[in-house]
């Protein structure tokens, strides 16, 4: 079975209570759960993880391959814009990323228009609130099926 590691980063621990005219008012957990039980309709095991530090989120791509990770979904929240780093982790390992955002960046400030992180993965999902990460789930399991046939 695939396994796929969703990994979301600063502030994203606050959904829920966070901007919900932006965000909407899923919490991070309920959002986990859906994509625990779509993964496992989908046949995949899904595992997420959120964390407000970039050097965390550096280690946890570093490590996904060895740890059996088949693919990453990766809301990098802030870091999007930022973050060389995360950009080149995602481009020195060889694992399929799809980048997921809850609002559309590009509807909003210039600055949240520009992706680092988004050249470095197979696509971008971006504006369909907490279904964007169903999305992102459904595009890399089909991606991985695309590039290796059903496992
Ligand atoms: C976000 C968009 C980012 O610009 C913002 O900093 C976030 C959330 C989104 O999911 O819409 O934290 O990644």
Redesign the pocket.
């Known amino acids: 079975m695939r396994r796929v590691l969703v990994l979301h980063?600063?502030?994203?621990n606050l959904l829920g209570t966070r901007e919900p005219a932006?965000?909407g008012r899923d919490t991070l957990a309920s959002i986990d759960a859906g994509l625990v039980e779509l993964g496992r309709t989908l046949g995949a095991e899904v595992e997420c993880r959120q964390s407000n530090h970039e050097g965390v989120l550096l280690d946890w791509i570093h490590d996904a391959s060895a740890a059996g990770f088949a693919g990453l979904v990766f809301?990098?929240?802030?870091f999007?814009?930022t973050s060389l780093a995360l950009a080149d982790a995602l481009g020195g390992v060889s694992l399929p990323c799809v980048e997921?955002?809850?609002?559309n960046?590009h509807a909003?400030e210039p600055i949240?228009r520009r992706s680092l992180t988004a050249p470095r993965c197979v696509g971008q999902v971006?504006g369909f609130g907490a279904r964007?990460y169903g999305l992102g789930l459904r595009a890399l399991l089909d991606y991985l099926t695309d590039r290796d046939g059903t496992e």
Request: glycine share 10%.
């Open positions: 980063g600063p502030n994203l932006i965000y809301n990098p929240g802030a999007t814009h997921v955002h809850l609002s960046l909003r949240r971006s964007s």
